[in-house]
C-alpha cells in the first residue's frame, strides 16, 4: 500500500450550488463550503499515477483552482451532462502531455460520449481547432493505471446502472440511491467512505442524507463523506446534525488514503 490524497474538486449536484435564479439562504450563503462546483474528485498516488473521476462541465475551472496540471487517466463513473460536458479540456492536457489522455467508462457509457462528443471520434478533419484525444478503455472488471489497482463497485442511479471506484482504502460512490447485493462485498473493510448524499426529501435516484446513513451504518467505515449536495444542505446546519465519523466533503478538501498498488 502507499499512501495518496484525494482532492473534492467538485461536491455539488448537477446544477451546482448556488443556483441559478436562487435567492435560497444557501445560494446566498457567504460561507465557502457553501459554494459546489458540479461532482469530481482527483487522485493523486505520487510515484505512479494520477487520476480524474469524471469531466464535469467546471473541469477548467477545477483544474486551475486546484492546480491539476497532468492525467494520467480519466475514469468515468456514467454519461449524465454534469459527469462528461468537460471532456472538451482534456484538450489542453493533450497539448501539455503530447499525448491522448487514457479514459475508462463501461460499454454503454462510451457510447453515449461517442454521440454526444462525435466531432472527436468521427475521424473527420477539423477547421480551425482542435478535438480531445482520448485512449478508450472498456471497464469490465478491476483494472490498473500505472501500478494503482482500481476496483469498479457497480451501483444504481435511479433505473441506470452506473459505476464507484475502490481505490485502496478509499471507495468513491457517487449519484446512486441504491448498492446492488453484490456490490457490499466490495466495499466491505473499507476505511474512507464516500458517498452519495442528494438532500433530505426522497428522490428517485439519489441517497437521501437518511439513506446515505444507513448505508454507512451498513459499511461502518471509519470515516464517511458525503457529496453530490443540493442547496437544501446548508454545510453548518447540516454538518451539527450527523454523527461522528460522518462529514459533509466540500470543494477543495483533501484527504489521504491507503492506495493499492502493485
Request: charged share 20%; net charge negative.
Amino acid at each position: 500500500m502507499t499512501r495518496g490524497t484525494v482532492t473534492f474538486l467538485g461536491t455539488g449536484t448537477s446544477t451546482g450550488v448556488p443556483m441559478i435564479g436562487c435567492t435560497c439562504g444557501v445560494c446566498r450563503s457567504t460561507h465557502p463550503r457553501d459554494k459546489r462546483l458540479r461532482p469530481s474528485i482527483f487522485v493523486d498516488v505520487p510515484g505512479h499515477a494520477q487520476i480524474l473521476v469524471d469531466t464535469t462541465p467546471d473541469l477548467r475551472q477545477q483544474a486551475l483552482r486546484y492546480g491539476i496540471t497532468r492525467l494520467d487517466a480519466v475514469l468515468f463513473t456514467h454519461s449524465h451532462a454534469d459527469h462528461i460536458l468537460g471532456l472538451d479540456d482534456i484538450r489542453r492536457f493533450n497539448m501539455v502531455q503530447q499525448a491522448p489522455i487514457p479514459c475508462y467508462a463501461t460499454p454503454p457509457v462510451w457510447e453515449s460520449i461517442r454521440q454526444t462528443f462525435s466531432y472527436a471520434f468521427d475521424g473527420r478533419p477539423r477547421l480551425g481547432g482542435g478535438v480531445p484525444k482520448v485512449e478508450a478503455h472498456d471497464i469490465d472488471g478491476p483494472f490498473v493505471v500505472k501500478g494503482v489497482r482500481i476496483l469498479p463497485v457497480p451501483l444504481w442511479h435511479g433505473r441506470m446502472p452506473i459505476l464507484g471506484f475502490r481505490f485502496g482504502s478509499l471507495a468513491y460512490l457517487t449519484d446512486c440511491n441504491a448498492i446492488p447485493d453484490e456490490s457490499w462485498a466490495l466495499v466491505d473493510g473499507v476505511d474512507t467512505l464516500v458517498l452519495d448524499a442528494l438532500r433530505d426529501k426522497p428522490h428517485t435516484t439519489h441517497f437521501t442524507v437518511a439513506e446515505a446513513l444507513d448505508a454507512v451504518q451498513r459499511i461502518r467505515p471509519r470515516r464517511a463523506f458525503f457529496t453530490h449536495m443540493t442547496h437544501d444542505l446548508g454545510y453548518e446546519e447540516t454538518s451539527a446534525r450527523l454523527p461522528a465519523g460522518v462529514e459533509l466533503a466540500y470543494d477543495g478538501l483533501v484527504l489521504d488514503f491507503e492506495a493499492d498498488v502493485s
